[in-house]
C-alpha cells in the first residue's frame, strides 16, 4: 500500500520556526509520500508541496476548515492523507500505517476543564450535543494534538454536516465515520517548566513553550539538522 501524504494548515506569518522543526520529525519519524502545505509556505519550505488558500483574518477555525476541504478535494493528495498542525513533532519512528488516537469520551474531557467558561468548551459542547442529536450517545473526542489519519469522503461528509466551521471537525469526523482508536492524554505542552513527559512519542507546544521552554529546547536538540523539506539550509 502507498504511503499517505502529510497535510498541514499554515497560517500567514513570518518564517514559523515550530514548521521547521515539524516537518524535521516528520521526515525522520513519519513514513509518508509527500508534505502538502494548506494556506501560507513560508519561503524556506519549498521543498514541501503547496496549496494556496484565502484566509480569513484571523479566525483560525474557519482558516483550518477552509484547509482541511481544500485537501480533500484536492486530486493530487492521496486519500487517505495524514492531518498534522505546524506544531505537532513526531520523537519516535511511526509505523507506516499511522494508529488512530483519541481522547476518551468528551464528557470525561468537559470534567476535566471543570466549570470554566470558554470559546474551546462552548464548541465541545456544541459538537457534543449535534453527535447526541444524531445518535452517539457517549460521543469520544478526537481533538489531540497528534497527527490524524483522514478519508476524503468521510471528512467532507462531517465538514458538511458539522454546526459550522468551528465546530471540533477531527472529532465529527471520527464519530461519524466509527474510526475507534486508542485512547491516550493529549500532550500539549503550554509552560515553560520541565514537567511533560520527555519519552513522549508526540509532543506539541504552544509559541511560548517552543521559544522559551523546556519542551522547545529538547525538540530543537531532537532536530538539529535540516531536511528535505527545507531550502537555503539556515538552522
Known amino acids: 500500500m502507498e504511503l499517505a501524504d502529510l497535510v498541514v494548515p499554515v497560517r500567514e506569518g513570518a518564517n514559523n520556526e515550530p514548521l521547521r522543526y515539524a516537518l524535521r520529525s516528520w521526515a525522520a519519524n513519519l513514513p509518508h509520500r509527500h508534505v502538502w502545505i494548506v494556506g501560507f509556505r513560508p519561503w524556506w519550505a519549498a521543498g514541501a508541496r503547496h496549496i494556496p488558500t484565502h484566509q480569513r483574518g484571523n479566525s483560525r477555525y474557519a482558516n483550518t476548515t477552509s ?42 474531557l468537559e470534567a476535566q ?8 468548551l462552548a464548541e465541545m459542547r456544541r459538537t457534543r450535543d449535534f453527535l447526541v442529536g444524531l445518535g452517539h450517545d457517549d460521543p469520544v473526542s478526537y481533538d489531540l494534538h497528534v497527527p490524524l489519519p483522514v478519508e476524503k469522503t468521510g ?41 511533560f513527559d520527555a519519552g513522549s512519542p508526540f509532543l506539541s507546544t504552544m509559541p511560548d513553550s517552543f521559544a522559551n521552554g523546556a519542551v522547545g ?3 530543537r536538540a531532537a532536530f538539529p539538522e535540516p531536511c528535505a523539506y527545507e531550502t537555503g539550509r539556515r538552522r
Request: with cysteine; hydrophobic share 40%; glycine share 8%.
Open 113 to 120: 476543564f471543570g466549570p470554566r467558561s470558554t470559546a474551546y
Open 155 to 195: 471528512m467532507l461528509l462531517a465538514l458538511d454536516t458539522a454546526p459550522g466551521h468551528d465546530a471540533h471537525k477531527r472529532t465529527v469526523f471520527g464519530v461519524l465515520n466509527g474510526i475507534g482508536g486508542t485512547a491516550m492524554a493529549d500532550v500539549k505542552v503550554q509552560h515553560r517548566g520541565p514537567q
Open 217 to 219: 529546547r529538547l525538540i
Open 67 to 108: 484547509a482541511m476541504r481544500a485537501a480533500c478535494e484536492h486530486p493530487e493528495v492521496s486519500d487517505p492523507f495524514i492531518w498534522c498542525n505546524d506544531d505537532f513533532f513526531v520523537m519516535r519512528p511511526q509505523p507506516e500505517q499511522l494508529p488512530v488516537y483519541h481522547r476518551g469520551p468528551v464528557r470525561e
